[in-house]
Every structure is written in C-alpha cells, then in structure tokens.
C-alpha cells in the first residue's frame, strides 16, 4: 500500500445463481498495519477451502479527499443494501427467460472524484445528485461521499434483467426526459409505491408473454412494447403521468430491461459523469461471470497470470505485478507433494490460449485520458469469441479471447470501448505489455523487512554502481540512446540560437518539473546545467504549478511566483518530467498536456515500465519514434519506504550521468564551436569531471559499507555514533517517564523516600528508636524533621522528570545542562539536500510518539538560515550542517559563509549553553563552536588550490576556510602557475579517443577517464600543456577551475553529503524506533518506514483539483491537430501552387513564339 491508506475494504461474492455479497472494512489506526487488520477481519473468506474459483476479489484503499477517512466512507460502496427481487435470466442455448427471486446489489470501487453528472442535458451538482438518487432510489445515503453516487447510478442504470429496475429506468430516461431540472421538485418524483405499482404491471406482462409465445429475443422486445402501448392509459393512470410520457416510459424501460446489462450502464456512467474515474462495477447478477473496469482522468490496468489462473486489477500498474515470480504448483499424484510442472515454453503457452512469453504474465493499460471502459467475461471457452453486449445501434464487436484456465477448458474474455462509443483500432492483445521474463519490467521488491530504509540505504552504492556501468554499455543502455536524443535536441536548438543574426530567444528551451524530492533533484540539474551552457534558457517549476495555470478551467493563480500561463511559450521546447514513481498525479498529467504544446518530452523515472514511461511511449508510438528514446531510468524500481533516500540519490546520480554526456557530447559533435550554448569549458575538464564522479562512487561505498569483512570506515563509525547519541537527546524523556514511574511505584509501595529513610536511619542510630519523634521524645506529628523531609520529598517529586532527565544525562555523558523539552532539528545545506533530508527525517519520525520525537527544519546556510531559525536557539538544539569542500579555490567563499552561519547560531547562548551543532564535510577542519565535525572520505586528486598550498603533494590539514582565502589571496599567486608545479606533461587524451563513432568514443572516454586523470599530480595539470594557458598565472588556473569546482559540489561532493547525514539520520531514527518493543515488552512500537497516510506515490488530485484536467488535455491536444492540419493544408497549397508556376514556366518555354525576353516573371505569376 503505497498511495494512500487511511482506509480499506474487500468485498467478494459467495453462492450459486445470485450470490450474496460479502463486504468487510476497516479504517487505519495511526501505527496499526491497514493490510493485516483487513485480511484479519477477511481470514475465513481468504481460507484456500472457502475459495471457490472463479471468484472474485474487489477490493481498494482510500486516501480520503473529500471528507474524513471514517467507515462509512471505506470502499466498496454500495447505496442499497441487499434485497430480494423477480430476476429474469436468460439461457443463450434454449433462448428461453426464467424467473427466480434472489440476492441484488452492487458495488463499486472509484478512485478519483465525482463533480457532476449530466441527465437530459442539464448538468447536476454532486449534491443535487445526492438528492436525486434518495428519491429515486428510495433509500437513504449510506455516506456523504462522492463515491457513494457512483454506487447510486450504476444501481440506477443496471437494469437488464429487471422489471423493477427497468421501470425506475424508464420513468427517469422516458418520462421524466422533458421535465427540466428534477433537483428543484424532488418531492414530486415517484414514491417506492407507485414504483412498485407500475412495476407490477410490467411483471404479469412479461410473465404471460414468456409462457404464451416462444420467440427470439428482438421479437419478445417488440412483442412486449406492443402490449405494454395497450395498457398505456392504466400504466398513465397508475403513474400519473401523460400518455406520451408513459409512451416514452414504456419504450425506455423495455429497451433498459434488455440492454441495460453491467457494461451498458458503466458506459453510460462514464459518458455522462464528470470529474476523474478508476473505476471497478460488480453487481450480484454478474459477479459469477463478469466484471467491467472503467478509466478516465485516472490510470486503472489489468493484469493477467495464465499460469495462476487469476488476474489482477488495479489503479496502480506497478500493484498489478504482484503475480510476477509467482509459480503454479501442481499435486504430483500419489505422493501428495507438489512440484513445479516442467513443460516446453510453446507447449504451455498453447495450453493456456497466449503467444509464447505471455504465459508468465501480461498486462493491460486502459486509457485514462481518452476514457475507455473494459469488460472482462470467464467461463466455458467457446468455439466463436461471444460478441460484445453493445447497444443495437452499434455493429457487433467479438470479444477478444485472452487466456484460458483450468486445464484450457474455461477461457477469459475481453472487449474494451473508448468513451463516447467509440472503439480503438489497436487490437486488445496489440496494447498488452509482457509482465513475465522481461528484462524492462522490474519484480516487486521484498515486503515485510524489518528495516526497509536501511535496506535502501545499504543498496545507494549498488544501485549507483548500476546506472555507471549501464552508462558504459552503450550497445546495450537505453539511458545512453536517451542522452543521446536529448543531446542532439538540445544541441540543435543551440546551433540556431547561436547562428541566428538577431540573437534568437525562446521563452523557453528546457522546461523541467516534477514534485516535492524529483523537483528539488530537478532544480539542482538545471543549475548546473545552467552552469555549463549560460544561453541555454532553463526553465524549472513545480509540476503543480503548471498544472494549476494550463489544466484547469479556471487557473489557479500562483501568488508570489512570477509565472502563468502568459508567462511561457511552451510550444516546440523541450520537456523533461523528473519522477521516480511515475505516477505522481501532478508530473503525469503534466506528460499528458504538455503533447499539446511539443514532442520533445523526456522523463526520468525508476524504471521503463512506469505510467509517466507509457505516456512517453503512447507519444513515441504515436509518432512512428524509437522505443526508449525519450526515457531514463534509475533502476530503483518500486521502493515502499516513505523516507525517500536511495531513490534521491539514483535520480541525482542519473541526472549527473546526462550532465557529462551533455558536456562531453556537444565538444565531440560540434569541436569547431567552442562556445556552444554560452560554454566556456575544455573537454578535458569533463574529462576530470567523470573522474571525480567515480571517486564519489568510491566514496559512497565507504560511507554506506558496514564492513562485511572489511574494516568499516571511520566516517561511517563517526555518523552513526553521532546518530546514536541524538537518538539519546530524543530517548530522554521516555526514560524519564519510566524513571519517575519506578520512583513512585516503589516509594509508595514501601512507605520510605530515599530521603526520609536516610533521615530515619540516622536518628536510630542516634537514639536507637525507628520512627518520627525518637529525635526530640515527641508525637510523630509533632517532630519537626518529618515536615522538613516531607518539604524536600514534595520538591522532589515535583521536579522529579528534571532531576531524573539530568541523571541520564550524567550517566550517559552528555551535556546536563540542555533544555528539559523536546528536541528540535535544523538541517542546514544546498536547497536540494537540505530540503530532501528535511523530508526524509520528519517521515522517520512520522508515527514517533509525542513523549520521544524531533521537530525537523531546514535552511540554506549560505542564504536564510540565520535569518529564519536564528530566533529558535535554545539550549540543546541540534543543527546539523554540511560544509562544501574549502580547498576548491572557488568554495573557499561559500564554506567560508556556512561556518559564519554556524558561528552565528552556535554563539546565541543562555547560562553558557547554546545549541549542539555538527558540520559535516570533506575540509578536515572543525570550527571552534560547533560540538563535532564529521570529515566524509576523500579519494580525489587535489585541485590546483590544494597543490599550491600543500607543499607539493602533502594534503591541506585543519585549514579554516578564511586561513585559505586569505592564502589564495597572496600576490605570490600571480605568478606564473608552472612555476609551483616544475616538470609538469601534462599530456593530451589519445588522438583516437575523439575520432571514433559517438558510441565508442564516450564508451573509450568513460572507461579511461578515472585512470587518465589520476596520472596527473593534482586536477587541471593539462593546462601546463594547453598552447593558451600554459602562460596563465596561478590565479588564472584556479579561475579556470572555478566553475568546474562549482559542478563537483553541485553533482559530487552535495552527493556524498547527502547519503553521510541519511545515515546518521538513520542510526538516530533507527535506535528510537527499536527502543519502544524493548522497553514495553513489545506493547509498543511503530514503523519508520512509513507515515499515518502511507503516500509514498502521490496520485490522488492535491493540491490541484483533478477535474478539468483532462478536459484541459483533450482541449490542448485538439487545438494541436488542429494546427498541424492548417500548417499541412496551407504546405500542400504552397507545393501545388509551385508545381503551377513550374508548369508554366515550362510551357512558355516550350512555346516556339514564343519572346522569352518579354515574358519576365511577375508576382501575378506566383499567385494560384
């Protein structure tokens, strides 16, 4: 469960001919499993004996948006509980109808929001319908809930079958279709009687008819309408209706009763409802054969395991994979045993009715943003695929055959329609995705560890040694041919911009979004980026922002921020959608509107076979482009942790991956421009900038490695010391409690203080008498000792959590002299991480109790830290704060600025205590004020800065950053830079590494890079070499220097950073969370890995509305063809009238009278 919890329900079907529904629901406590409560209250329905295939299972999960997440408002929803009523099935073989009186009700489930529904052309409002559907339906609303009107019309529009329904049908649809607005009079509409009544009548119709006559299912319906026009003036009379209007009820409710089934009326529901729908039908009447799954305006698939006999349903695709490794286990005779049945692949893939590599599992995505309606019909496998039931104004479609089961002699069929009554052209299997043995479809990841975001954490190096080597394999990665697309978009639209003589802007040539930590990853992309190619125009916004002003009707105006929907000329430019679930609601919609303006999106996301990397794919397909060609992957795949940690880190490493092929690439294709985009950059600088990623990569493995056989690093060992001891500041006040709960219990049960036994055992051994007033021969009460002690004992209870607190600090030697209160935590870096850490801490202490948590902040010390969080020091506060890496000449200012702000904080003191503070980084120097300094592995070669200031080679030790600006500000520095470095080659990359194919030579480029670099003395030794900047002065070297340090502490070191404080954060949160089972003999305890409403992926609306959203989509894309059809008549009109001209040319030339010297061509000439 990962989009939303708050609630659950399941519901299934259980008897022959009209089976009993069978619902069950919970709602969620705060640290209680949703899963295990439902499936607790479900075990006897989930016993493998109760289990009667087929049988379904309908089930969701709600994340509550328009009221509060109580039962009444858990799906599945039914309006009207179960009653008895006359059914009238029909047997397709003998063609005869039989009644039975049994179980009816329906239910649905419904992601997303009902806004209005449309009857008879005037459009009613979510309360209006309320009110309808009570007196039609006659029965009160079970929740206020806008899915509970769902449940109402498919109540009211499921009628085949059904004289009772059917009536209520025609009285609405027929009668009622020119009484206006219904909302203003409901008091007029039917009662239950008159319902009853003129049903009644319908009834012994029917029933003479099915006995008298022996007729084909066209001629009943004709044969029944003709009697039903003879009773019109009773059915008028009995109604109080007119006699048209009981015309049209008649015509309406016998045409209802026989096509009205399951699909007719989730078609008719969807056509005519408005707002977002994932929706899932069943009714009692069709549960045992049917089910219909509807999408529009939000994603729905269906999954189906030839092998398990089963499939799956779902709003969510990657929830749908849970049959992916799953085998099918057959009893091996005699023995009793099972074992996996071994078979050729064709022959089982034949056995179960599906092309061979389908038999493991395949999926269906439905189209959400069209609207599309699928339904799903099992049985006995029938020579002919059965035709769908479809209105009789629409030709006959077959249904297509997707699996068979139970030994291939039962069969599922499928048929799906697009909104409107429309109907794709790509057959049904054509759309499917193959779940099983592919290499693009990641499994689901192991549930139910104890500590998932250690595991998260633990795999940081694995996942991003993956997205490395996958980069390296360029005849295999599919990241490199995105790259590779992005690279020649990108550089074409340089070329122009740099070509054009009136210095040609855009408004726009990249746009990048996405949401909450894919955005904050984004936004530090687009700087450095930015960094490397200053034309390029980079724009980078929240995925909610533009949703807000270009998918609504009415835009949502985004005060304080200088953007709408003027802002921006979005058409053409490139678009690059950051998104490790792929299903943020926000990010992909945005996929979806932004087709109208360009077809140039790309989008990174945690693997292929995500709902943002289809969307991609339908434009691709679309458009007749290379699969994959527009998306990247991180390999994270699904991760159910809420704390995001490994999935930030691989988003970040990626976009570091494209920001060197971007680099490198736009050198090698276009060497004679060497200020391409703004750039000022050499290619060997990338060349070090690709070293410097590797040694990251070395330098993460350090800090996440817990040994397993090697010694641990003493960075790690710092880290999680430094977690641990936090941990403590946070533990203090249960182990107060518990200190203060031993206290009472034993000093009320045995009737002494400490105190006053010490004093009772001094006055015996002074008198030789136990008790008060053996001191002075008086009245116990009397004896003024006892009202002294009992003072002391009064204070001493009453500050009795103060004094125990300051005893566990003495204990575990940490400072007694901070705040008795709850610990805050301010977390102070560049935007990215600071925010990403902010985010991943407050989630692990999401569900902490009140009594041991932390209140989490963040701020960037080199901006607004001191000015937002300087007010809020209190003794023993605790900041953490990562320091860039002073010794790069060009954040020796910046590191110099974080530990001012530290300085700063730290100095606001009370009672000669001050916040505790640690700063974390690679500059081996700790600052006088701050309580630790964490110092992160260093691997790299020194920059040109460090060698100056080392004494050639030995690294800078406990350098301030001030000491090294005033160093590097020495006029010694304006000498000339060989002079510090003598006997510097400095040699050149070999000649072939920029001569090969583009895939080679950034393969050869990668693979090399590392080592070429590390042969050199310290990082920019090439220049020694260079013909322009062997003459540079020392300064002029670190300048050059200057923005490649800025990209390794944009890319690199804020990286290493950012993975050091996830595992202190971790060891803190960590030992909290497994103090609790210890301490309560297991009573107590939470998971940190999630939070009170388990929204790992956000796909519910928020903060945007969904409503207009797809309208606004469909809106756009129109407008787009529409375009394209003007731009492409007015081209074929333009060559038309060139084929003229030229034809005429030719035939005065060919004229022998003709004077040519006469015949200059005018502008008449060119006209058509």
Not at 820 to 848: C, H, M, N
Not at 854 to 872: A, F, K
Not at 1055 to 1069: I, Q, T
Request: contains cysteine; aromatic residues 8%.
């Amino acid at each position: 469960m990962m989009r939303g919890a708050q609630s659950a329900g399941l519901v299934t079907y259980k008897g022959q001919g009209l089976p009993l529904g069978i619902r069950k629901r919970v709602v969620n406590g705060k640290r209680t499993d949703l899963c295990t409560l439902l499936l607790k209250q479900y075990a006897a329905q989930l016993n493998a004996s109760a289990i009667a295939a087929p049988q379904l299972f309908q089930g969701h999960t709600r994340f509550a948006t328009s009221s509060i997440a109580a039962l009444p408002g858990c799906h599945p929803h039914q309006w009207t509980p179960a009653r008895m009523r006359t059914v009238w099935r029909h047997d397709r073989l003998s063609g005869q109808y039989s009644a039975c009186m049994g179980n009816v009700e329906a239910y649905i489930t419904h992601n997303g929001d009902l806004d209005f529904f449309e009857l008879h052309e005037v459009v009613y409002t979510l309360e209006e319908v309320q009110q309808l559907l009570i007196h039609l339906l006659h029965s009160p609303m079970p929740a206020s809930v806008d899915s509970m009107c769902v449940a109402g019309l498919l109540e009211l529009l499921r009628t085949a079958g059904m004289w009772h329904a059917s009536v209520r049908y025609g009285y609405v649809y027929g009668a009622l279709a020119c009484a206006g607005n219904l909302a203003v009079a409901t008091e007029l509409l039917w009662p239950a009687e008159t319902l009853e009544r003129v049903t009644a009548e319908f009834e012994k119709a029917w029933s003479a008819l099915v006995v008298e006559a022996d007729l084909r299912e066209a001629t009943l319906r004709a044969e029944m309408e003709r009697r039903m026009h003879k009773q019109l003036p009773a059915i008028a009379s009995s109604g109080e209706l007119s006699e048209s209007e009981a015309a049209a009820l008649i015509q309406s409710a016998v045409g209802a009763f026989f096509e009205q089934d399951l699909l007719a009326a989730g078609r008719k529901l969807l056509k005519f409802a408005m707002g977002s729908f994932g929706l899932v039908l069943s009714t009692s009447l069709d549960a045992q054969r049917e089910l219909v799954i509807g999408s529009r305006g939000q994603t729905m698939s269906i999954a189906f395991y030839p092998m398990l006999g089963a499939f799956l349903f779902g709003s969510e695709s990657a929830a749908c994979k849970a049959g992916v490794g799953v085998t099918s286990e057959e009893p091996s005779g005699t023995s009793g045993k099972k074992v996996r049945v071994s078979l050729d692949m064709s022959t089982i893939a034949a056995k179960y009715g599906v092309e061979p590599g389908f038999e493991e599992g395949f999926r269906f995505d439905m189209d959400d943003v069209n609207g599309e309606m699928v339904l799903l019909r099992w049985g006995v496998a029938e020579q002919t695929p059965p035709l769908a039931p479809v209105p009789s104004e629409e030709d006959p479609k077959p249904m297509t055959m997707v699996m068979r089961y139970a030994n291939g002699e039962n069969a599922l069929y499928a048929a799906n329609f697009l909104e409107g009554g429309g109907r794709t052209n790509v057959a049904f299997m054509a759309r499917t995705l193959r779940l099983g043995s592919n290499p693009f479809v990641l499994p689901l990841p192991s549930m139910g560890l104890d500590d998932p975001v250690g595991r998260d954490i633990s795999e940081i190096p694995t996942i991003l040694r993956k997205i490395v080597d996958d980069w390296n394999e360029p005849a295999q990665s599919l990241n490199r041919l995105s790259a590779y697309t992005l690279l020649r978009t990108l550089k074409h639209m340089m070329i122009e911009k740099d070509d054009s003589l009136q210095g040609l802007t855009r408004d726009c040539d990249l746009l990048i979004t996405g949401c909450e930590v894919s955005l904050w990853c984004a936004e530090q992309f687009a700087s450095d980026l930015h960094n490397a190619f200053p034309r390029l125009k980079i724009v980078c916004i929240s995925a909610n922002k533009l949703l807000g002003q270009l998918g609504q009707a009415f835009p949502t105006p985004q005060i304080g921020f200088s953007f709408n929907e003027n802002s921006y000329d979005l058409h053409n430019t490139v678009a690059l959608l950051v998104t490790h679930s792929g299903g943020t609601f926000a990010t992909l919609n945005v996929s979806n509107l932004l087709k109208g303006f360009t077809s140039k999106i790309f989008t990174v996301t945690a693997e292929w076979d995500t709902q943002v990397g289809r969307a991609v794919r339908d434009k691709l397909n679309s458009s007749g482009m290379e699969f994959g060609s527009y998306i990247f992957t991180n390999f994270c795949g699904v991760r159910p942790a809420e704390p995001c940690s490994l999935t930030v880190a691989a988003t970040h490493q990626l976009l570091t991956q494209i920001l060197i092929y971007l680099m490198y690439g736009m050198k090698y294709y276009e060497p004679e421009r060497k200020k391409i985009g703004g750039s000022k950059y050499h290619v060997r600088e990338v060349e070090e900038l690709e070293a410097l990623n590797m040694t990251t990569l070395v330098n993460v493995e350090r800090i996440c490695s817990k040994g397993g056989g090697e010694p641990v690093h003493p960075a790690r060992t710092a880290l999680v010391a430094q977690g641990r001891r936090w941990a403590d500041h946070i533990l203090e006040g249960p182990r107060s409690w518990l200190l203060c709960t031993w206290y009472i219990l034993i000093t009320v049960g045995v009737g002494y203080t400490p105190l006053s036994a010490i004093t009772l055992a001094i006055i015996y051994a002074a008198t030789g008498t136990w008790g008060w007033g053996a001191a002075f021969s008086c009245d116990p009460h009397a004896d003024p000792i006892k009202y002294i002690v009992g003072i002391i004992d009064a204070a001493i209870y009453a500050f009795l959590p103060w004094w125990t607190t300051i005893v566990i600090r003495l204990l575990q030697g940490r400072p007694w002299h901070h705040r008795v209160a709850s610990r805050s935590l301010l977390i102070g870096d560049v935007p990215w991480v600071a925010q990403s850490l902010e985010a991943f801490t407050s989630k692990l202490f999401a569900l902490s109790y009140s009594i041991a948590t932390v209140s989490v902040s963040s701020g960037n010390p080199l901006d607004h830290l001191v000015h937002r969080h300087t007010h809020r020091v209190v003794r023993g506060a605790l900041l953490a704060v990562g320091r860039p890496d002073g010794r790069a000449n060009a954040l020796t200012s910046s590191e110099n600025t974080v530990c001012l702000s530290v300085n700063q904080a730290s100095s606001i003191q009370n009672m000669g205590v001050t916040l505790e503070s640690i700063t974390l980084g690679h500059n081996p120097f700790k600052l006088g004020l701050s309580a630790n300094a964490i110092f992160l592995p260093d691997t790299r070669k020194q920059w040109f800065s460090e060698f100056v200031l080392s004494g050639k080679g030995s690294m800078t030790r406990g350098a301030s950053a001030a000491w090294t600006m005033g160093a590097l500000s020495h006029k010694e520095m304006k000498n000339k830079a060989t002079s510090f470095d003598q006997g510097v080659t400095g040699e050149a990359l070999p000649a072939e590494l920029l001569r090969d194919n583009p895939q080679a030579s950034l393969a050869t480029f990668k693979a090399i890079a590392y080592e070429h670099v590390f042969e050199q003395r310290h990082l920019g030794q090439w220049m020694a070499t260079h013909e322009e900047m062997h003459n540079f002065s020392a300064a002029q070297w670190m300048e050059r220097q200057g923005s490649l340090q800025e990209l390794y502490e944009g890319r690199m070191a804020s990286l290493e950073r950012f993975v050091g404080f996830l595992v202190l954060f971790h060891a803190m949160g960590k030992k909290v969370q497994d103090w609790w089972p210890a301490a309560s003999l297991g009573l107590l305890g939470y998971d940190m890995s999630r939070t009170h409403s388990i929204m790992r992926i956000a796909t519910t609306a928020s903060p945007v509305s969904g409503s207009d959203v797809r309208h606004k989509i469909l809106e756009i894309a129109s407008e787009a063809k529409r375009e394209h059809a003007e731009k492409l008549v007015l081209s074929m009109m333009k060559q038309y009238c060139w084929k003229q001209y030229r034809w005429k040319v030719r035939s005065n030339r060919s004229t022998p009278s003709l004077d040519r010297s006469n015949h200059n061509t005018s502008p008449e000439d060119m006209r058509c």
